[in-house]
């Protein structure tokens, strides 16, 4: 490789999801005190130039972002290798800790998981942080989420096929009446809303979202505005389609790292549950097939790990 | 302790045979039935329901449901169910019943340990096709139903770990919210967050801290303010979470006080309790009344029904 050819690929190789480690170790290894001084010059986003001073300094914030991409691997491998239980207790934890941005997270645990596997989430976070989850949620989340959050987490919902085709078409309608007063009555303050999203089974749930279609002619999701119920309602009634969405907007470049996280988490966490229909979807959706996304946006042994995990029982 | 006496070894086919004999052809032999039923623990009761199907092909808890009749029937048909199926039975009834009893809904809720009421909650999935907080959530609202709705849904921590700080925060938030007469949403939704979601430990840490403060207990300070069915469930809770035992001989006491008796209440207290901590019960009620609970119920009930009270409290022939 010339020189300038392996002045672009050592800066592609820390700019993605993860970090190209092959090439950190073949290029960037071999490079003489003046290659790194080129590297550094010519790389300004990375570097700053200390003119007064002559040299060039890396930039503390991409340093910092830099931290987090290289421990990504790491990050992951970790989650994999973890009881599923745990893994759920620590990813609410952290979702809790870090506040609104990652409310969403805490949505996805309790309304993706199966009943058995939510409670095994509860008690291993009683073993892990001492408290319960519906605890910690209540005390520190604050605004009009908090009744809905801490009901979510508290559900063990019958998991049956049986449904009462009557309650869901009316419960459609309770539904349908609430949004369509919104601007009388903000939709996160009513308690039937709550209840019916929170304690019904998920069998009757989709039945519901069907009997809403037919009521209304859209998606319930899409004509509720309060993020947290549309994340639930997709949760709940179309989780696949929920899951490509969150992989869609994690598989770009320049996204915040919670949004950036949310790759990993996706992939671990559905690995052995249904990442081949979300693959399935996923192809349907955007045009394009999951590996293949993920082969332009990952990078080194993150990029291998993910993959691995998806193709996995595909043979 | 619990009051039942069982034998350490039974013949399950054995047992079941006698109960057929007792209730074949006219009329039944309630004391062999009791004598049988009243002295085996719910392993053995299930055993021998096992055996009964398999010996004569006929679910022995339909036969005695049309053998027996009244206080008795009750009160037999909720002692020979699995215990979990049995507290399923008691909150679907209570939220059936016409005055809906949220009494029983609090009290389940809150004398059982996390893992007790999750197996209910599992138990009532596979009787009734519903989960217990849909069903409480659909014949409950406002605050009551958030009360409610919380505490069958939580799982409580179960450790020891006790902060103190956080027990003198919200003792505070609890006074503030019992002090205001009018109803203040906020303070109320803070006492719902406390109660549902605290490990019972934290929560009487909390409550010996108000009393400690404000020189009463909260559940008589509640009982001097409480006027609407949400403060009474609270009131309810509080004594559950800090004495269920006290918490019970209270219901019995107040079950055969005055003119009539409170069967459901005198059956579901003794019914569930005969194999945990009837014994115990039994001591407060001494204490308090100065009467034995079992000279109580004899006085209070008759027939087949006491002859089966007094069995699983213990008490021989």
């Not at chain 1, 993020?227 to 598989?251: G, M, N």
């Not at chain 2, 209440?265 to 003794?270: H, K, M, P, S």
Request: one cysteine or more; glycine letters at 4%.
């Amino acid at each position: 490789m010339e020189l300038n050819q392996e002045l672009e690929a050592v800066p592609q190789a820390l700019s993605g999801h993860g970090v190209e480690e092959s090439a950190l170790v073949t290029i960037l290894g071999k490079w003489d005190p003046l290659e790194r001084e080129a590297f550094r010059k010519k790389t300004p986003n990375l570097f700053i130039e200390d003119k007064e001073r002559h040299f060039q300094r890396w930039d503390d914030h991409y340093a910092r972002l830099l931290k987090h991409e290289f421990v990504r691997f790491k990050n992951t491998v970790m989650l994999w290798s973890m009881h599923p239980w745990e893994r759920d207790a620590r990813l609410v934890k952290e979702a809790i800790k870090k506040g609104k941005a990652s409310y969403g997270v805490l949505v996805e645990i309790a309304c993706t998981r199966s009943s058995e596997e939510l409670l095994g989430a509860r008690k291993a976070y009683h073993s892990l942080f001492d408290h319960s989850i519906e605890e910690d949620v209540a005390s520190h989340i604050h605004g009009i989420e908090r009744k809905f959050l801490v009901a979510l987490v508290s559900a063990y919902r019958y998991e049956g096929a049986k449904i009462k085709n009557e309650h869901a078409k009316s419960e459609a309608k309770i539904i349908f009446d609430v949004i369509k007063n919104a601007h009388k009555k903000p939709i996160n303050e009513d308690d039937e809303v709550i209840r019916i999203l929170a304690t019904r089974s998920k069998p009757h749930l989709k039945a519901l979202y069907n009997h809403y279609k037919d009521i209304s002619g859209k998606n319930l999701d899409e004509d509720l505005d309060d993020i947290r119920f549309k994340e639930a309602v997709q949760c709940l009634c179309t989780p696949q389609i929920y899951f490509c969405k969150v992989l869609d907007s994690a598989l770009k470049i320049d996204v915040d790292k919670n949004t950036k996280k949310a790759l990993g988490r996706v992939i671990v966490t559905r690995a052995d549950i249904d990442i081949k229909e979300i693959m399935a979807d996923y192809n349907n959706l955007y045009g394009v097939t999951l590996p293949h996304k993920i082969q332009d946006i990952a990078k080194g042994n993150y990029k291998d790990f993910l993959l691995n995990l998806i193709a996995r029982g595909s043979n | 302790m619990g009051t039942l006496i069982a034998p350490t070894n039974h013949s399950p086919l054995e047992d079941a045979e006698a109960i057929r004999k007792a209730v074949k052809g006219w009329g039944t032999d309630e004391k062999v039935i009791i004598t049988i039923l009243g002295h085996r623990d719910a392993i053995q009761r299930q055993k021998i329901r096992e055996a009964y199907y398999e010996l004569f092909q006929e679910d022995l808890i339909k036969r005695l449901e049309s053998e027996l009749s009244g206080d008795f029937e009750r009160a037999m048909y909720r002692w020979i169910v699995e215990p979990s199926e049995r507290y399923a039975l008691l909150a679907n009834i209570a939220l059936r019943h016409a005055d809906r009893n949220y009494d029983v809904i609090v009290e389940i809720a809150c004398a059982l340990s996390p893992e007790e009421l999750f197996i209910v909650r599992r138990a009532y999935h596979n009787r009734y096709h519903h989960s217990l907080e849909e069903d409480v959530a659909a014949n409950t609202s406002g605050h009551l139903r958030q009360l409610l709705v919380g505490l069958v849904s939580s799982f409580r921590y179960g450790g020891n770990e006790i902060n103190a700080k956080l027990a003198q925060s919200e003792a505070d938030i609890l006074h503030e919210a019992i002090k205001l007469k009018d109803k203040n949403s906020n303070k109320d939704e803070e006492v719902i967050r406390i109660l549902t979601t605290r490990s019972k430990i934290q929560l009487v840490a909390t409550f010996n801290r108000y009393r400690d403060d404000h020189g009463i207990a909260i559940t008589k300070k509640l009982s001097d303010e409480a006027s609407d069915d949400f403060h009474k469930a609270v009131n309810i809770a509080i004594r559950c979470i800090q004495d269920h035992k006290k918490y019970y001989e209270k219901v019995l006491r107040n079950a055969m006080k005055g003119g009539g008796t409170n069967e459901d209440a005198l059956t579901r207290v003794i019914v569930t309790r005969a194999e945990k901590d009837l014994n115990d019960i039994k001591e407060i009620y001494y204490k308090r009344n100065s009467v034995h609970l079992e000279d109580s119920v004899a006085k209070e009930t008759s027939g087949d029904y006491k002859k089966f009270l007094l069995t699983l409290m213990g008490k021989e022939d």
